[in-house]
Nanobody
Framework: VQLQASVGGLKQAGDPLTLSCVDS????????LGWFRQAPGAEREFVAG????????NYADSVKGRFTVSRDNAKSTAWLQMNSLKPEDTAVYYC?????????????????WGQGTQVTVSS
């Protein structure tokens, strides 16, 4: 598994933004995926997770109802659709993968990580 996240960017509060995470490896469908973020001076926090089938998802309370995680195993790609962005969503976002069915919420349990992409939301 080799994950590559798309470029984030600078957005205004209320804007949408979709991040993608592409795997250049060959076993994408056997890995649960997680999206995490890390703001300056803060610990990396769980944002959303999706099972290897895509049938099960879970979200941090702070993004529930605004963010949607999805995946297409045929394209070895996952997405994090972020709507109604808020300044507090400003962080470096990471996608991560682990060889199991269901995602973890703990960052340290993930094996593979993308390079991180900056998302900045201005008020």
């Amino acid at each position: 598994v080799q994950l590559q996240a798309s470029v984030g960017g600078l957005k205004q509060a209320g804007d949408p933004l979709t991040l993608s995470c592409v795997d250049s490896g060959r076993s994408f469908s056997l890995h649960a995926l997680g999206w995490f973020r890390q703001a300056p001076g803060a610990e990396r926090e769980f944002v959303a997770g999706i099972s290897w089938s895509g049938l099960t998802t879970n979200y941090a309370d702070s993004v529930k109802g605004r963010f949607t995680v999805s995946r297409d195993n045929a394209k070895s790609t996952a997405w994090l659709q972020m709507n109604s962005l808020k300044p507090e969503d400003t962080a470096v976002y990471y996608c991560a993968a682990v060889y199991r069915q269901l995602p973890f919420v703990e960052a340290q349990k993930y094996t593979y990580w993308g390079q991180g992409t900056q998302v900045t939301v201005s008020s």
